[in-house]
């Protein structure tokens, strides 16, 4: 952690934490409410395949927010997948980033899952630079398909 950032708390996402979260969806591309956010924590509470943890810098409070789930398909095990990560564009480099990845990552060993991964635009390229800096290949290139119904 660089000088600026002295002390750190990483720990599980709670209800008063969702307006800074909504914030940094905003800054990651997914613009969200704070009403949002609190309906799609509630709407998790209790569900064991997903978690979401923040960080919270002393004196700054939640600075980054880390979403992390369970993911089974009939043609693989169960393996974790990072399904959101930001940390705030004032204090990115300072280490938030891989300490909420490995925060997500104890989530899922202790869940006894052996993989973890994630899909990122690629037009992303910084944050490809900071997930290969903490061990992630890249496995394929996909084209992901929508249809409003
Ligand atoms: C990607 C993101 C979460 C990284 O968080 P961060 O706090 O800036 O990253 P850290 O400071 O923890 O960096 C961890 C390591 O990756 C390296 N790294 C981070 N960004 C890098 C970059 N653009 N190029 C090269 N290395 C990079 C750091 O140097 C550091 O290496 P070290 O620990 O060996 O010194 C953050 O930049 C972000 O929120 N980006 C915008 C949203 C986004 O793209 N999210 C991911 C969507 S898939």
């Known amino acids: 952690l ?5 002390s750190v708390e990483v720990r599980a996402a709670r209800k008063d934490d969702a307006e800074a979260i909504a914030r ?3 800054e990651l591309g997914y613009p969200s409410t704070t ?3 609190v309906e799609r ?3 998790n509470e ?3 395949r997903q978690a979401a943890f923040v960080a919270v810098a002393q004196g700054r409070g939640v600075v980054g927010w880390i979403h992390v789930s369970q993911v089974s398909t009939l043609g693989s095990d169960p393996r974790a997948e990072i399904t959101g990560l930001v940390v705030d564009s004032e204090i990115r480099g300072a280490g938030l980033g891989r300490l909420l990845v490995e925060r997500g990552e104890t ?6 899952l052996t993989s973890i991964g994630l899909h990122s635009n690629t037009i992303r390229e910084q944050a490809h630079e900071f997930y290969l800096r903490l061990g992630y290949a890249v496995t394929k290139s996909q084209k992901v398909f929508r249809k409003t119904l």
Do not use: D, F, H
């Not at 660089?2 to 002295?6: E, M, P």
């Not at 989530?107 to 006894?112: K, L, S």
């Open 107 to 112: 989530w899922a060993r202790e869940r006894g």
């Open 35 to 37: 009403a949002q956010v």
């Open 24 to 26: 940094l969806a905003g």
């Open 41 to 43: 924590l509630k709407a």
């Open 46 to 48: 209790g569900n064991p």
């Open 2 to 6: 660089t000088r600026a950032i002295t």
